[in-house]
Nanobody
Framework: QVQLVESGGGLVHAGGSLRLSCVASGFTFSNYDMKWYRQGPGKERELVASMSRKGGVTSYGGSVKGRFIISRDNAKNTAYLQMNSLNPDDTAVYYC???????????????WGQGTQVTVSS
């Protein structure tokens, strides 16, 4: 059974930091890019950060670049999102995502975590 289990969300004041974790099981973690998405209240889902299979390539959404850091530990099947200098606009449900190109036209290779709430107060 594929699982992506997130933790680390919570309530923090503006300027504070949180570290999200995503523990994966049920698939070959090292074959997948890891990504973090978020969806704030009344907003569409937004890609926050991504990291390639072995960590060699990372990318960030423009609103978080310089504040957030994505990392992964393939030995622990875990992805992380270190969030610094948080502001209320970062308030959202954060989702862990595992992605790889499809092996065929019909094969799905995308897995999602359940989401964890991050709330940043003024």
């Amino acid at each position: 059974q594929v699982q992506l289990v997130e933790s680390g969300g919570g309530l923090v004041h503006a300027g504070g930091s949180l570290r999200l974790s995503c523990v994966a099981s049920g698939f070959t973690f090292s074959n997948y890019d890891m990504k973090w998405y978020r969806q704030g209240p009344g907003k569409e889902r937004e890609l926050v950060a991504s990291m390639s299979r072995k960590g060699g390539v990372t990318s960030y959404g423009g609103s978080v670049k310089g504040r957030f850091i994505i990392s992964r530990d393939n030995a622990k099947n875990t992805a992380y999102l270190q969030m610094n200098s948080l502001n209320p606009d970062d308030t959202a449900v954060y989702y862990c995502n595992a992605w790889a190109p499809p092996l065929s036209g019909s094969q799905s290779r995308t897995f999602w975590g359940q989401g964890t709430q991050v709330t940043v107060s003024s």
